[in-house]
C-alpha cells in the first residue's frame, strides 16, 4: 500500500527558508512519478513541482521556480522540497503525491495520474 507522510511545516517570517520532507512506504520514490501540491486557504489544490518516473529532474510552476527545489533521497526513499525566501502567499497546507501507473508522467509542474496523497504539512508566512 502506497503511503506518504509530510513533516516539516512550521511558522516563518517572510524571506525565511523550510524544507519539507515527504516520507514514503510501500513504493520506491525512484521508480515512480511524484509531486509536491499547495491548497491555501480558500482556494484550489494546486501542482506546484513535478518529477517523472525514473528521473530526478524536476518540473515547476513558474511563480515558484527559483525558489523551489523538488529532490529525493533514493535511499531514504524521502522526497523533499526545499523554500527559499518565502512570501505570505505561499502560506498553505503543502502535500506531496505519488502516481502508481507506469504511464505518469509530469504536465508542467502536475503529476497527472497521482493517486496517493499525504495528509500534508502547514507552512504560514507570517511577520
Known amino acids: 500500500q502506497m503511503q506518504l507522510v509530510e513533516s516539516g511545516g512550521g511558522l516563518v517570517q517572510p524571506g525565511g527558508s523550510l524544507t519539507l520532507s515527504c516520507a514514503a512506504s510501500?513504493?520506491?520514490?525512484?521508480?515512480?512519478?511524484t509531486g509536491w501540491f499547495r491548497q491555501a486557504p480558500g482556494k484550489e489544490r494546486e501542482a506546484i513541482a513535478c518529477?517523472?518516473?525514473?528521473?530526478?529532474?524536476?518540473h515547476y510552476l513558474p511563480s515558484v521556480q527559483g525558489r523551489f527545489t523538488f529532490s529525493k533521497d533514493n535511499a531514504a526513499n524521502t522526497l523533499y522540497l526545499q523554500i527559499v525566501s518565502l512570501k505570505f502567499e505561499d502560506t498553505a497546507n503543502y502535500s506531496c503525491a505519488v502516481a502508481p501507473s507506469s504511464a505518469a508522467f509530469c504536465l508542467g509542474p502536475l503529476i497527472v495520474g497521482a493517486e496517493h496523497w499525504g495528509p500534508g504539512t502547514q507552512v504560514t508566512v507570517s511577520s
Open positions: 518529477i517523472n518516473p525514473k528521473s530526478s529532474t524536476a
Open positions: 510501500g513504493f520506491r520514490v525512484s521508480d515512480y512519478g
